[in-house]
């Protein structure tokens, strides 16, 4: 959002230096409306995630049976993900994990997500690949780059009676520099509980199949 209205005000800087040529009170009123402009965009940015993500009308499970929805931090690795979700089944009969898109900076310049996308995507067949090698019976999908908008999706399609959050390590996972597990709590009535993934190396083996010995 910052950025969009950055290059707009350099636009509209440009026209009015080469077309309009204002004396200097204009351009001091040029700046005022800028201010304003960009007062705006920080409410905006600050107001908008909060109205777009409202509480989600749960899934209702019928059988009372345990179900665990995870939602994790791209940067988690792999072998550390099943592993924490493994440790943490408690005999859960199903698990739905969710990876949302872990935008760059330079997103909101290109508006290219395809790179994050394939990320993303490939945590999830990783993590989900181990999982089902050890008889977890378990689904995943890759989520929007709103990782409270992603719980709320994903509870409106899967029953959960419990919500972990896997980030990576403090240093790396932007996560938890915004508040991400108090909101998850005020998002939803379900117990939420938060997990700690190392980072995944630069090259992760891929998935043996269930065949190999």
Known sequence: ???????????????????????????????????????????????????????????????????????????????????????????????????????????????????ESREADDRVRLAVGLLSQRGVAVTGAVGSDDPLESIAGALTTFPATHVLLATSTEQDSYWLEHGLLAKARALTPLEVSHVVVPPSPSAEPLVRSRNES
């Open 1 to 115: 959002m910052f950025a969009s209205t950055g290059v707009l005000l350099l636009g509209a800087s440009l026209l009015v230096a080469f077309l309009l040529r204002p004396p200097l009170l204009g351009w001091v009123g040029f700046a005022v409306v800028c201010a304003i402009v960009v007062a705006l965009a920080t409410v905006a940015a600050v107001a908008f995630p909060r109205l777009r993500v409202s509480r989600p009308e749960p899934a209702a499970a019928t059988d009372g049976q345990t179900r665990l929805l995870v939602v994790a931090d791209e940067h988690c690795g792999s072998p550390g993900l099943w592993k924490a979700i493994d440790s943490r089944l408690d005999g859960a009969v199903a698990v739905h994990l969710v990876v949302p898109v872990r935008v760059s900076h330079l997103h909101y310049l290109t508006n290219d997500e395809a790179s």
